[in-house]
């Protein structure tokens, strides 16, 4: 079916079923299917459609910028980039007498202080923000979750590997990627979560995802988020 709302044309398929109530679902191409049940008059699901369309369009905005990939980025003012699962525009500002470019997160933006507004400097003044972040982050997750496990980890580090979130190692070491300073703290949480549950069963056996699923009933909402995300986790 197709239904044009506020000048915008949205295309979808309808399929009646044995339910109780009206359920939206778009797929990883950005196809939509109105779940309804049995007898639902057409106007009550283009009610629906009218009702969840901001959330609709943007659902189909994140489907396509993530076909798209990352963006270079030009680190120009209001620029976005992720902190704590939100986009916040950078403000770029110059000052010559401070000794090191940094960041400050103030007022929904996040502040770049540098000496000569260099991309590169730019760069790693975002990144030394979020290795300090993401290390405060940690930290405070394992405090929070340590009563859940006999054994402490005996070192945390902050890493910048292209390839995993969170490692735990035979000498109960814990290792994270600086960019989940860009999720949010429950993602946060679910990866900390994750890697202490290493601490006791070190491989991803049943009884390792039985501890997980104890702690964290719903951890895979986390895993989720960060296999749709982890796209736009860049600076």
């Known amino acids: 079916m197709i239904h044009t709302y506020?000048?915008?044309?949205?295309?979808?398929?309808?399929?009646?079923k044995?339910?109780?109530s009206i359920g939206i679902t778009i797929d990883s191409y950005g196809n939509i299917e109105v779940q309804a049940p049995k007898g639902t008059p057409d106007d009550k699901v283009l009610r629906l459609?009218?009702?969840?369309?901001?959330l609709i369009q943007q659902k189909l905005k994140e489907m396509k910028d993530r076909l798209l990939g990352p963006q270079k980025k030009v680190y120009e003012y209001g620029?976005?980039?992720?902190?704590?699962?939100?986009?916040y525009p950078i403000q770029i500002s110059q000052d010559i007498n401070i000794t090191k470019e940094h960041v400050v997160f103030e007022e929904g933006k996040l502040h770049i202080y540098v000496v000569q507004p260099d991309n590169e400097k730019i760069k790693q003044a975002l990144k030394r923000f979020y290795y300090q972040k993401c290390k405060a982050l940690v930290e405070k997750s394992?405090?929070?979750?340590?009563?859940?496990f006999k054994t402490k980890p005996r070192s945390i580090r902050i890493s910048d590997s292209k390839t995993t979130w969170g490692t735990c190692d035979s000498k109960l070491q814990l290792t994270f990627n600086w960019r989940l300073a860009m999720a949010p703290p429950e993602v946060v949480d679910y990866v900390v979560v994750h890697e202490m549950c290493h601490m006791v069963h070190l491989n991803h056996d049943r009884s390792f995802w039985r501890l997980v699923g104890k702690i964290m009933p719903d951890y895979k909402e986390k895993e989720n988020w960060l296999a749709l995300s982890n796209w736009k986790m860049t600076i």
């Open 6 to 16: 506020l000048d915008e044309t949205i295309r979808f398929e309808i399929k009646y």
């Open 18 to 20: 044995n339910r109780t």
């Open 49 to 54: 459609l009218e009702e969840k369309w901001d």
């Open 79 to 87: 620029e976005s980039f992720l902190y704590l699962g939100k986009s």
């Open 142 to 148: 394992i405090s929070s979750y340590q009563s859940n």
